[in-house]
Structures are given as C-alpha cells and as structure tokens.
C-alpha cells in the first residue's frame, strides 16, 4: 500500500471543509488571513521601532492584508516590499475570496427561494399538485368564479383566496405563463408556486396540504410504456396525505383527483378515507365525444358549459335557499336562470340525481337545485324582477330509440384515451357502430393496450388499422368521405402537446383536402391538447375540443361545489337526462313564439328548454344562444335547432 503524501492529505481535508457550505468557506478564508497576518507581520519585527511588539506587527501585516490604502506610508525597502506582497495576497484572499464566497452563496439563497422550497404557512388555502398543460386554465377558472368563490371563502371563513400550486421546478417561465393567460393576467403573482413531486411527503408538507380548503390533483402525463402511470401518482399522492394527517392527527383536507383509468376508482376511495370526488379524466372526454357523435354540433354545449368565458354555466344552490317551494315556484322567482332540477341526498352517502324533475317537486332543505344561468347572481331571488308566469312541467318521457342504420366513424391518431373512448361507443346499446381507429402506432401495441382495457371490439365492430394519416396517399385510401363521423386525435406519443398539436392541425388541414373533393361531407372532430392552439385554426368547419380546458374546468368547479360531478356526469353519459338538439318542426310551435312559449310547449313533454342553435354565426362567429330572454322571439328560420334537455 502507497502511502499518502502530505500534502494530498491536506488538499483533501481542504475540499472537505469547502463543501460544507459557506459557513465552513468563510471559516477557511479566516484562518488564511490569520496565517498571511502571522507570518507578515513575524516578517518584519526584526526591523524594531514601531514593530517591537508582535501584536502590532501582526495589526500592520492584517491591515495592509484587508486594506490597500495604507501602502503609501511604510518606509524602508524591507517593509515595503512586504506590505506590497500583503497587499497583493490581500486583493486575492481577502477580497476576491471572501466576495465569491459571499456572492455565491447569496446567489444559492436566492436560486433556493426561486425554488420554492420554503414550506408555506397558509390555511384554508386550495392547493393544486402538478403543473400540466391543465394548470394555467385551471387557475383562470379558480379565478374567474367569482360567485361561486365568494360562497367557497365564506363557507371556509376565509378573505381572499390563497393558491398554491406545487410544480416539479418552479421557474419564472411558469409565471409568465400564467400571466399570459386569460383570465389570470396580473393576478399571477397571488399565486405561489412550490418545487416538488406529489409523490414526495415532503413536497406535500411544502404546499400544506393538510391545512388546506382543498387539494386538486390534475392527472399527470407519462410515457405510455413506462409501468408508474398518473393513477398510479395520484394514489401514492392520496397515501402520503391520508398517513401525514394520521401522523399529525388531524382532519384530512377535501380532494378532487383526476383519474384515467375509472377501474381505480375504488383504489381511490380504499386509498383516501377523507372526503374525495373523482373526475375521470379521458372518460369524461370520451363520453364528450361519443355525445358528439350521437348529437352533431354539441361540442359547442360542452365550450359554453364546461370552460371559461362568456355564456351560461351550470350552479347548484343549497335547498336551504328555497325550502319549501315548489320547482316550478322556484323557477317563476328566477327569471334570469333555467331550472333543471334537484339532487336528493342518498341513504347509502352521495347524491341521487333527479334532474327533470315534475314542477310540482318540493324543494327540500338538505335537497340541491341545479341551474343553468350566466352568472352566480343570477341563480339567486331579485326582487327587482317581476315573477315569471307559472310553467308546469310533467313528469319526463322517455324517448324510444329510432331505429337508425350503421354509424361509421374513422378515428384518426392514437392516445390512451382510444380504448375509453372504444367502451364508450358500445355502452350504447341501441346503436350500431363501425369503428376504424387508424395509427402509425405499431399494431401489437394497440391491440394490448385494449385488451389490457378489457374492450370488445367486435361490440362496436372495431378495426384496427395501421397507416400514417399525414401521407396524403394513406389517407386517400382510406377514404375519409364514405364515413359519417372523423375523429382526429392529439397524439400522447409526441413530446410535447405543441408537437401533438402541431400534427394534429397539420393533418386536419390534409383532411380537409381531402374532403374537399367528396360530394357529401362527414363530422370531422379534432381534438387539441394545448389550450393556446385554439385560436390557430381560423374558420375551420370541424367541432374542436380543448381537452385540458375541459377537465381544468370540471376540476376547478368540483373542488368549489362537489355535487356539481354527479350532474356532469348524469348529463354526459348514456342513460338518464341528455342534451339534445332537436327539430323545432317537433314541436307545435306558432311564427312568432317567444323563449316563454317554448318553456311551456316543451314542459307538457317533460323536457326542459335550453336555448337555440342558430345556422347563421353572429358577428362573434357564435352559433349558439343559451338561457334567452323569457320575452325573446326566437324568429327560428331553416336550419336553425332547439337546444333541448330531455330523457333518453
């Protein structure tokens, strides 16, 4: 064995002590100096006169050592040739030396609190765990519910709402990122932003989880071949919260956890024994587009109801507000706002969702009313307005199925959201379908994600095909145009949702090429992943759905009134009350009815009038007109539809 030299030994205790932090450094620097005054000032006592006492040969040595200016008044050569070297050693060690150190450590402090990584030290706050492209319109819909907020912080007895939001690694990009959101703007700068992972005790003790009026997790994206999936995020999230509040012994804080895979909702519910509400995230969006199938031109329904903006958007009222009265009582009073019903409290916990209930229903006081309106305002008693006549409502009929040919539908792309979105079309058992899903996803990986899913294609008569969709002669041959429906999808295989956006739109255009030539043109539905894609695609005839801005709003709304996902997911899914457009030759409608007149007129069926689809956009590029004016005409012309919800 060789032995160590010397002065290896000492460079490595050296680095050890300099990597202990800046405590340490500075210790280091200090005995330098002391050492460099030492010997400085042992230098020149031999000279005698002023430097007869160490100590004050040492005081000279450390003052030209920290201090240049004294340079000027040493005499003799001897001496100032030492205090040169002093000064020399001074500009180096002292200064140099001591200022990085100071500097670099300053600048870690900074970089650290950049970081977020100081706990917060809020209550009653809403947290939300992940920075997806969700997050920022999210964060617009927290903002902009202002009456539904109000009752949220009153209810909670809180001033102002307190955001938090924990990231993988806060940055100021993310900053400037939701200050260029609509909606958000200045506002950006409430929000606080904390580094971590919400699989991290520790990250979730950052945010204070525990503290909080409410926690939202939003589904993270993964790889698709990676074994640890968002669900799988999500559970370890609700552990870690559900045993630091058995540590602590406190109360667990309400939840609103997104969700792919449904199959995991009772992982879920054995996972967090708090209060929990769980959006299923790609279902939610499949059962959006299978609606849209069945009923064309709902999409723009679900952009008015389910995001941020102007237009309509559906409110729950405690039974408390109008104990007592009747639905069609309650509906008189509310001139500014549509009555679709009540939800009933369940013996087994939960609620039972009875929209189109008979006007003549009693409201409860542990009962919820559910109303369409354009502002929380509006859902409550003005007595500024005078009562509407009554409108009866009967008991609802259940439309018989029309008996209807084979849908086909070409779904073009893949994501995981194609086995959901498979289950959903054969949920619907009174309608036939054909169901090509073209992609240049290898076909063994397909065929074992949706036998993983446990889909029967052959319910939906479902074909997997293998083509790339953006070579124009692959799709030439599948002929797009022999369809009814196009579904185009935003890939979760690209990098990015810019990219998956990117070819998505880039290959709608092709379609549209392609279509251009056919007599008869099919649906076509695009799907984007990326809310700020939008606004690209100027005058498209497809029906456009921004999923992330659709489940930020569903998670945004939940987290502010949970009874709002059992509505959402009574109106979108197969069976109970839908929303339909109908025919306004259905109905026996004069020239010159008014939105009162169709209240009644549909009432006597049991349905509840919505607004009218118009043909012709408005100035605004808007086709539909929701929750009218009682004393509007609707002046319906060829083409134009009833917005209608009924039971099916």
């Given at each position: 064995m060789l032995p160590f030299r010397i002065i290896d030994r000492v460079k490595f205790v050296l680095e050890r002590q300099l990597l202990k932090g800046a405590g340490f450094q500075l210790l280091v620097v200090g005995l330098f100096i002391g050492l460099i005054s030492l010997i400085g000032g042992l230098l020149v006592v031999p000279q005698g006169g002023e430097f007869e006492d160490p100590g004050?040969?040492?005081?000279?040595?450390?003052?030209?050592?920290?201090?240049p200016g004294?340079?000027?008044d040493d005499v003799g050569t001897w001496q100032r040739i030492v205090s040169t070297l002093l000064t020399i050693l001074g500009y180096v060690v002292f200064m140099g030396t001591l200022v990085a150190i100071l500097t670099r450590w300053l600048i870690a402090k900074m970089t650290d609190l950049e970081l977020g990584l100081t706990p917060v030290t809020l209550r009653n706050h809403v947290v939300v765990l992940g920075w997806t492209a969700q997050t920022p319109p999210l964060v617009a819909e927290l903002f902009g519910s202002s009456g539904r907020m109000r009752r949220f912080l009153e209810k909670h007895?809180?001033?102002?709402?307190?955001?938090?939001?924990?990231?993988?690694?806060?940055?100021?990009?993310?900053?400037?990122?939701?200050?260029?959101?609509?909606?958000?703007?200045?506002r950006a700068r409430e929000v606080i932003l904390r580094s971590g992972s919400a699989i991290q005790p520790d990250a979730l003790h950052r945010v204070a989880c525990l503290d909080a009026a409410a926690v939202i997790v939003p589904s993270q994206g993964y790889d698709a071949d990676s074994p640890v999936t968002s669900d799988v995020e999500t559970v370890k999230a609700l552990l870690s919260i559900a045993a630091q509040a058995r540590h602590f012994g406190v109360s667990l804080p309400f939840v609103v956890a997104e969700i792919q895979d449904m199959r995991k909702l009772s992982v879920i519910e054995r996972a967090y024994p708090g209060a929990v509400e769980v959006v299923a995230g790609d279902s939610t969006i499949s059962r959006l587009m299978v609606q849209n199938v069945l009923h064309p031109n709902l999409s723009e329904v679900y952009n008015e109801l389910l995001t941020a903006g102007e237009g309509s958007?559906?409110?729950?009222?405690?039974?408390?507000?109008?104990?007592?009265?009747?639905?069609?009582?309650?509906?008189?009073?509310?001139?500014?706002?549509?009555?679709?019903?009540?939800?009933?409290?369940?013996?087994?916990?939960?609620?039972?969702?009875?929209l189109l209930a008979p006007s003549d229903t009693v409201i409860r006081s542990d009962d919820r009313v559910v109303l369409l309106a354009g502002d929380y305002a509006h859902t409550g008693p003005d007595p500024k307005l005078e009562p509407l006549p009554r409108v009866e409502r009967m008991p609802a009929q259940t439309s018989i199925p029309v008996a209807r040919g084979k849908h086909r539908v070409l779904v073009l792309g893949w994501n995981r959201r194609v086995p959901g979105l498979a289950e959903e079309?054969?949920?619907?058992?009174?309608?036939?379908?054909?169901?090509?899903?073209?992609s240049a996803t290898p076909l063994q990986?397909?065929?074992?994600?949706?036998?993983?899913?446990?889909?029967?294609?052959?319910?939906?008569?479902?074909?997997l095909l293998e083509a790339d969709y953006m070579v124009e002669d692959e799709l030439r041959k599948l002929d797009p145009a022999s369809y009814h429906t196009v579904m185009l999808l935003s890939s979760d295989r690209i990098g990015s949702d810019e990219e998956a956006d990117a070819r998505a739109m880039v290959g709608y255009l092709q379609l549209e090429d392609v279509l251009s030539e056919a007599p008869v043109r099919p649906q076509v539905m695009l799907e984007l992943s990326d809310p700020d894609n939008r606004h690209l695609i100027y005058g498209h005839q497809s029906e456009m759905l921004i999923s992330p801005m659709i489940l930020s709003h569903v998670l945004a709304q939940v987290a502010l009134r949970r009874e709002l996902r059992v509505v959402l997911d009574e109106l979108f899914t197969v069976g109970?009350?839908?929303?339909?457009?109908?025919?306004?030759?259905?109905?026996?409608?004069?020239?010159?009815?008014?939105?009162q007149f169709l209240e009644k007129t549909l009432a006597t069926r049991g349905e509840v009038a919505l607004g009218v689809r118009r043909e012709a956009a408005d100035d605004r590029g808007r086709h539909l007109q929701m929750n009218l004016p009682r004393k509007q005409y609707l002046d319906l012309r060829k083409g134009d539809q009833l917005l209608v919800m009924c039971r099916s």
């Open positions: 004050a040969a040492i005081w000279w040595a450390f003052l030209r050592l920290t201090d004294y340079l000027g007895d809180t001033q102002r709402l307190r955001l938090v939001v924990l990231a993988a690694q806060a940055s100021v990009e993310q900053v400037y990122e939701l200050r260029n959101e609509p909606g958000v703007g200045r958007e559906i409110f729950v009222r405690g039974g408390e507000t109008a104990e007592g009265l009747t639905l069609g009582e309650l509906a008189s009073q509310r001139p500014n706002a549509i009555v679709l019903g009540l939800l009933h409290p369940a013996q087994a916990g939960g609620w039972t969702v009875n079309f054969g949920s619907y058992s009174d309608r036939e379908f054909e169901l090509d899903m073209v990986d397909r065929q074992r994600e949706m036998s993983g899913y446990g889909v029967d294609l052959a319910s939906v008569n479902g074909r109970g009350a839908e929303i339909q457009f109908r025919d306004p030759e259905d109905y026996p409608l004069p020239a010159s009815a008014d939105f």
